[in-house]
Nanobody
């Protein structure tokens, strides 16, 4: 099992930037594919981005391509989500997730471990 703690959320104006962090402990971090999901009020939890254990493979939702960047530092057991050009529709609770597999996937059910989430609010 992996314990995940997100941080870095907050309130930002449209067009601004935020960087989310997710600190992991427990199962060997470097053996996990890591991902970010988000859930807006009244909506389901949706995939945002994922990164392989080595960082060599990434996947993004179409809605964030070119604006968000996922990265990881295995020495620090941390995964990041750099969010630029934020839009009001990016407002959501952002969750970090881990799966003990080298395969990068987007399906929510494929991820075993989840953080508690961090709120991102983008004002217009």
């Amino acid at each position: 099992q992996v314990q995940l703690v997100e941080s870095g959320g907050g309130l930002v104006q449209a067009g601004g930037s935020l960087r989310l962090s997710c600190a992991a402990s427990g199962r060997t971090f470097s053996s996990n594919t890591m991902a970010w999901f988000r859930q807006a009020p009244g909506k389901g939890r949706e995939f945002v981005a994922a990164i392989s254990w080595s960082g060599g493979s990434t996947n993004y939702a179409d809605s964030v391509k070119g604006r968000f960047t996922i990265s990881r530092d295995n020495a620090k057991n941390t995964v990041y989500l750099q969010m630029n050009s934020l839009k009001p529709e990016d407002t959501a609770v952002y969750y970090c997730a881990a799966r003990p597999s080298p395969v990068v996937v987007t399906a929510r059910y494929a991820y075993n471990d989840w953080g508690q989430g961090t709120q991102v609010t983008v004002s217009s």
